[in-house]
């Protein structure tokens, strides 16, 4: 039912490039921890992001029709430059395009929970989906989500609901910044000053959501596509 | 049938009985909740009766000769089958209430097995009266007045989230394993019946039909006896639910098979075609239902709208259009239960939405009582009918019908749940198989269907009838009474503490929004995907066709805060207005805490303050004083006029949050000396100002800066979050002021001179810090927040954080004359 709808001739060219880039695919998956086969379906849509180039810039994204009532759509775009989640350590800033590589390693987040995966698997999982969300709070990149950051965050969230929203969101923001403080230092002085929650203790807020579990999409494999083909094209 | 004739009594009272007896009867059925009649009671030569009959009524027409006026007369048959309904209903509560005192009781046996002994003791003692037991649970009595409000309390407060997450596994459980168990039972009990060829009995006559249908009343687990029990065990929400929702959709399989071979095995076979009208019954039966108890559910919604003249009623709505969605379902013969799932599920985000606070808590309450007076009811009436029936015991049946349970059950739940891990995320432990399969109880569902059964038609329904009594009381007692070592043995997860954080509400939605979103990037539309357009379809249209004002408009998120500020208000006041707005949290946090400070903050600039003079605290207090005096003689006078055109209707908790005032006001008195000793913000802290800014209103004579005040809105710090709509609930509670602004009041008057200055200047900087402002002018909280918002006081925080006890300790002393 996806817009990209694979024709056959389509199909064959995409076998054709397959083929040539077998060893590309291989590495992202290496690296990714995507199959193959999603991989493939992933190029597909980078593609027609993209128009066919290598890389995708903001615009690109920016134009996807189906992200226009997103509430969060300038922090997704956001996350997927941002450099933070591309799986390497300490480096803050954002990119200006992609490429598909970097496209694969912000989705890789979303990966649903290994079939057989130990408690310690699990933990790193979550650790890692909680990271990602965390940067997308803390914007400009010091480790803390600050007060002002977090009800920016949930501005963002209301912003779809029209002029109620604006001071409530403040109010919602300080309740829960309270909260956060409340749980993680619950003994401050008056004159003490909670900066903001940092990564510890965010992990420490929402232990409750099973983020490891909740935190991810399907992505297509070969069969699941041929079974939508068969659905409903769109 | 009509509850009168299932409580009427075989032998009757005689009017005019001595009034000892009566007395001695009304005794005894309240001490034993037995119905014991009179000729039983009072003398043990129950063969006497008939004799006492006519000698009474041989006394009747003595009386009526002699025609004296009946000072005091008798009739016990005017009110025979009310209160008998009553004594019953008493005997269930009084049971309940016992269970629950006596020590270490409920830790061992649950609930519903005591109540199951409770039946039978009072059906023996009735018995050993040597009555006939009446047919307590009846089918009819059960079907229309036992079982719906156990389930409209099931689907009103059903977990939506968890329940459409796991709805496909839930389903393939209710639909095929009910349809597996039903056949297997079935199909191999028929076998079993069929061997021991030489060995005649009448289990060689019974057929391949009746067998299946018993096998289909036999396999459906039962939403009572697994509430009963699953609520105390206290399992995961995952657990829980899958257990729980395949309780009660496995309704329709059981309504379809159970009428499908009801009907044949008068015929003696079923043909293929009748196979496939079945399948395509089902699907009318299910989803008939569900279609049913929708438009009751948005029926009900709708009408809520316009309920707002007339709260006292709301809750009436709520219960009436879920019975007549129940009982529209069963006119035709679709399934009940699931059209009050779907009734109850729709109609709530709505309803709630539109009545009152206080209905909503009479809604809970109402449905809480009834479906567990409704629950205790069934299972003393269980035992009841075990005593009463006719029994059938045949060892052989039941025996494989037990073992036959179990293992249906057992290679059921395996094997589905093969075949739903290969498509769930979060996969099925073997642990939770052995939970789900152990947890599937029957009840009082099976026996009153059984029950049902034509005797002319099902020559051996008694058989059946013991069997599915044997069935029940194997699972609710063995595996109930088990599980729950089992589950602390298993070390299954337990559910854990409810209470949602506004943290974790947030990081929900945020999650929602970002899975769709990423979704669209990905260009795939996934549940998500989906998921978002329906939303988006009800905030459009659905909302505002159903809701009335304002909280159409409200998003789920602010629903919510608004939801944890009424409560956070509630348990101020009752923990008497102490200083905890978290009693889970003890922590001394304040809002001031997680302020981005001004750089130059000096710590304790100024800590000498001028003591107050007698008489200045003399003239405070007075100010105080009268104030809320004010606004409690106004609120009352509200409250005793009407409870319908009550405009602080939702306001409860701010009117119980005044009285407590009046009774702390001593004590407050008392303690602003602590925070005379708190360390002063410096001029320009904006803590400070604010503060001042709040009690501005009441005391400070300053008039510009009065006006400022009314700009800025009436209380800055008090967590006004939405245009204060009459009919709007807004409770403001004050998260945040480490100081009470009465303290600081009184720092105020001392220091106005040379704060003025200092004020007018923060104004304009007060973004930067805590400054919950009502989000509409001033004028919409002209009367609400005019007459309280002078008053309004910051309970949360004055005692909570009273500062260093520096230099005057002198608390002890007496300010009130």
């Known amino acids: 039912m996806g817009s990209w709808q694979a024709r056959p001739e389509q199909q064959q060219q995409q076998q054709q490039q397959q083929e040539q880039e077998r060893w590309h695919y291989e590495e992202l998956a290496h690296k990714s921890g995507f199959s193959t086969e999603q991989i493939k379906n992933l190029h597909k849509r980078f593609r027609q992001l993209s128009g066919n180039k290598e890389t995708i810039s903001r615009a690109n994204l920016d134009s996807i029709p189906a992200l226009a009532n997103n509430p969060l759509k300038k922090q997704i775009i956001d996350a997927f430059f941002d450099k933070r989640n591309q799986w390497q350590d300490d480096e803050v800033g954002s990119l200006e395009e992609i490429g598909l590589e970097h496209f694969l390693m912000v989705m890789s987040h979303f990966r649903p929970p290994a079939h057989k995966s130990g408690e310690e698997e699990r933990q790193a999982a979550r650790r890692q989906k909680l990271r990602f969300l965390f940067n997308m709070h803390d914007t400009d990149g010091d480790g803390i989500i600050t007060l002002a950051e977090y009800r920016k965050v949930v501005e963002e969230l209301l912003s779809k609901s029209g002029a109620i929203g604006h001071q409530t969101a403040k109010a919602i923001a300080d309740a829960a910044m309270l909260e956060v403080a409340s749980i993680n230092a619950p003994h401050m002085a008056p004159d003490d000053f909670y900066e903001g929650i940092t990564f510890e203790h965010f992990q420490q807020i929402l232990k409750g959501l099973e983020m490891e579990s909740r935190m991810h999409i399907r992505f297509l494999d070969v069969d699941t596509t041929t079974m939508r083909c068969g659905k409903a094209p769109s | 049938m009509s509850p009168r004739r299932v409580f009427r009594h075989p032998g009757g009272f005689g009017s005019g009985l001595p009034e000892r007896g009566l007395l001695l009867l009304v005794l005894l059925m309240l001490l034993q909740g037995s119905l014991l009649p009179f000729g039983a009671a009072s003398s043990p030569d129950v063969g006497h009766r008939d004799e006492a009959d006519v000698h009474a009524e041989a006394e009747e027409k003595h009386n009526f000769t002699k025609k004296p006026f009946p000072v005091l007369s008798f009739e016990y048959k005017h009110i025979q089958v009310p209160f008998e309904i009553s004594l019953w209903v008493l005997l269930a509560s009084l049971m309940k209430l016992g269970f629950h005192l006596v020590p270490r009781l409920p830790g061992i046996v649950p609930e519903s097995c005591l109540l199951i002994l409770v039946g039978l003791l009072v059906g023996g003692l009735i018995k050993l009266a040597g009555q006939k037991v009446p047919p307590v649970l009846d089918s009819t009595l059960f079907f229309f007045c036992l079982l719906p409000p ?231 009436f269980l035992g009841v009918a075990t005593v009463d029936g006719q029994h059938n015991w045949n060892w052989t049946f039941v025996t494989v019908t037990v073992v036959l349970c179990l293992v249906a059950r057992v290679i059921g739940v395996v094997g589905l749940t093969y075949v739903i891990n290969k498509f769930r995320i979060v996969k099925l432990t073997t642990k939770d198989q052995f939970i789900v399969a152990y947890g599937g109880l029957r009840g009082a569902i099976a026996f009153s269907l059984g029950f049902l059964l034509d005797e002319r038609h099902f020559p051996l329904r008694n058989m059946f009838l013991t069997a599915i009594i044997i069935v029940i009381f194997f699972t609710v007692f063995v595996q109930g009474m088990t599980i729950k070592p089992l589950v602390d043995l298993l070390a299954v ?281 009502a989000p509409s002018g001033p004028h919409e909280r002209c009367d609400a927040g005019e007459m309280d918002a002078g008053t309004r006081e910051k309970l949360s925080r004055c005692l909570s954080d009273p500062g260093p006890h520096a230099e005057d300790e002198d608390e002890d002393e007496p300010f009130l004359p």
């Open chain 2, 150 to 380: 156990i389930i409209l309390d099931a689907g009103y407060f059903l977990p939506i989230r968890p329940f459409m997450e796991n709805l496909g596994t839930i389903l393939m459980f209710a639909v095929v394993g009910t349809l597996w168990n039903a056949f297997f039972i079935g199909g191999l009990l028929y076998a079993v019946c069929q061997i021991q060829p030489n060995n005649p009995s009448d289990l060689h006559s019974l057929e391949l039909l009746p067998c299946l249908l018993f096998g289909s009343i036999i396999s459906a687990v039962d939403p009572v006896a697994v509430l009963a029990v699953f609520e105390e065990i206290h399992i995961n929400e995952l657990l829980h639910i899958l257990v729980f929702g395949e309780s009660l959709l496995n309704d329709a399989v059981t309504v379809v098979l159970y009428h499908l071979f009801e009907e044949y095995s008068g015929v003696g076979s079923v043909t293929v075609l009748d196979g496939v009208l079945g399948v395509i019954s089902f699907f009318v039966v299910a989803l008939g239902g569900v279609l049913v108890g929708a438009i009751y559910g948005i029926l009900a919604a709708f009408t809520s709208r316009f309920t707002s003249h007339t709260r006292v009623i709301e809750p009436l709505f709520v219960f009436v259009y879920s019975y007549m969605a129940y009982l529209s379902a069963e006119m035709f013969h679709l399934s009940g239960i699931m059209a009050l799932i779907a009734c109850g599920a729709v109609m709530r985000p709505y309803v709630e939405a539109n009545i009152s606070h206080k209905s909503h808590t009479t809604i809970k309450y109402f449905l809480k009582m009834w479906s567990s007076v409704s629950e205790t009811l069934i299972f003393i």
């Open chain 2, 493 to 773: 997860k337990k559910k854990q503490e409810a209470k949602r954080s506004i943290n974790e509400e947030i990081h929900t939605q945020f999650l929602d929004h970002l899975l769709t979103g990423i979704e669209d990037i990905c260009g795939h539309y996934g549940h998500h995907h989906w998921k978002d357009k329906l939303n988006r379809f009800n905030k459009k249209y659905v909302k505002k066709c159903l809701i009335a004002g304002e909280r159409s408009k409200e998003p789920q998120l602010i629903a919510f805060y608004h939801k944890l500020e009424m409560k956070h208000a509630i348990e101020l006041v009752e923990s008497g207005g102490g200083a905890k707005l978290s009693s889970a949290i003890p922590s001394t946090v304040s809002m001031q805490n997680i302020q981005p400070k001004k750089p130059a903050h000096a710590k304790s600039e100024d800590r000498a303050l001028p003591k107050l003079s007698k008489s200045r605290e003399e003239e405070i207090r007075k100010i105080l004083r009268s104030n809320l005096q004010k606004t409690r003689q106004r609120l009352r006078s509200y409250n005793r006029h009407t409870l319908l055109a009550d405009p602080y209707e939702d306001n409860f908790g701010e009117f119980l949050l005044k009285k407590q005032k009046m009774m702390a006001l001593d004590k407050k008195i008392q303690d602003m000396n602590n925070y005379l000793t708190v360390p002063a913000a410096p001029p320009d802290s904006p803590t400070l100002c604010r503060a001042r800014l709040a009690s501005g209103r009441e005391t400070d004579f300053n008039p510009t800066r009065q006006q400022k005040v009314d700009t800025v809105g009436p209380d800055p710090q008090a967590y006004s979050t939405k245009p204060a709509l009459d009919s709007v609930p807004t409770i403001q509670v004050d998260l945040a002021s480490p100081q009470s602004p009465d303290s600081i009041n009184i720092l105020d008057e001392f220091r106005r001179s040379d704060l003025a200055a200092a004020a007018a200047a923060e104004e304009g900087e007060d973004d930067g810090g805590l400054k919950m402002k």
